[in-house]
């Protein structure tokens, strides 16, 4: 059965990708090869999160008993999930390469290398690390060393990618030069609310939810876990943190600068008058 999802994953999401780029190139014919590839990339993602997001809410909300009841999509989708995590990288490393093509014209960026993929990696590290981990760490351990136990949870981090389709939107909109719309802002605050509310605000969730279950006060919970399980939520959790504060401080930005053009168009308005 495992196969199927695998195959499933290995065929929906860079049949997804290719198409979207085909309709792209095809519709919108002055965006660049790097206009293409990164929102065919954000559309993809977006798609990935939402049928994780799906995925996990049906989880959580069909487990009762947060350490004992299973549900039969919790390894389906994180095998059938695994393909798109390679795929993405490949995605990402695309974007990359045409957006550094764009910027500087010379040879070293018009075709792959050793030095363009080493670029990318040295960029985006953190975002190939936590792909990388899911893959080799996250994967295993749900398939083959939770003994069948804490679907609920694993329903819980699916729940995270919540956030990303809204995320992959403020990015499309940027490159349709609408960062400065009401859409713009109103997405830009959905993202920072569903972030904080998926992405950190659940782990404390799925202690108070063990907590609840055990009859225990929540400050207790840590020490009755395992070292490792506290360690895991701490590595998951580390990189949610990070990336909330690099959003609210492009949050910040974008808010200054909108204010400047605020304060300019106000003065220009005077001297018109």
């Known amino acids: ?146 003994r069948g136990l804490g679907d609920f949870f694993i329903g819980c981090l699916l729940t995270t990618e919540f956030s990303t389709p809204f995320i992959s939107l403020g990015r499309i909109l940027i490159q349709l030069d609408l960062d400065n719309s009401l859409l713009h802002r109103i997405n830009g605050v959905i993202v920072l609310l569903s972030f904080f509310t998926c992405r950190i605000l659940v782990f404390p969730f799925m202690y108070w939810m063990y907590a609840r279950q055990f009859g225990i006060p929540l400050h207790r919970v840590a020490f009755t876990l395992p070292l490792h399980c506290n360690v895991g939520n701490l590595v998951i959790l580390a990189p949610q943190v990070y990336w909330f504060i690099l959003l609210l401080k492009k949050a910040k930005r974008l808010y200054q600068r909108q204010k400047r053009g605020t304060r300019d168009g106000d003065r220009d308005g005077k001297k018109t008058t």
Request: glycine share 4%; proline share 2%.
């Open 1 to 146: 059965m495992w196969t199927v999802w695998l195959v499933c994953g290995a065929v929906l999401f860079p049949g997804l990708f290719y198409t979207f780029r085909k309709l792209l190139k095809s519709r919108v014919t002055h965006w660049s090869d790097g206009d293409v590839v990164s929102v065919s990339e954000r559309l993809v993602s977006a798609c990935h999160a939402s049928l994780a997001t799906a995925a996990g809410v049906t989880v959580v909300t069909s487990c009762s008993d947060v350490m004992t009841d299973s549900h039969w999509l919790v390894n389906g989708f994180v095998v059938f999930g695994a393909p798109y995590m390679a795929y993405d990288i490949y995605a990402m490393y695309l974007t990359h390469f045409y957006t550094q093509r764009l910027r500087h014209d010379d040879g070293a960026h018009r075709s792959h290398s050793l030095q363009t993929v080493r670029s990318f990696l040295l960029k985006d590290w953190m975002l190939v690390l936590h792909h990388l981990t899911l893959l080799t760490v996250f994967l295993p351990i749900v398939l083959f060393f939770r």
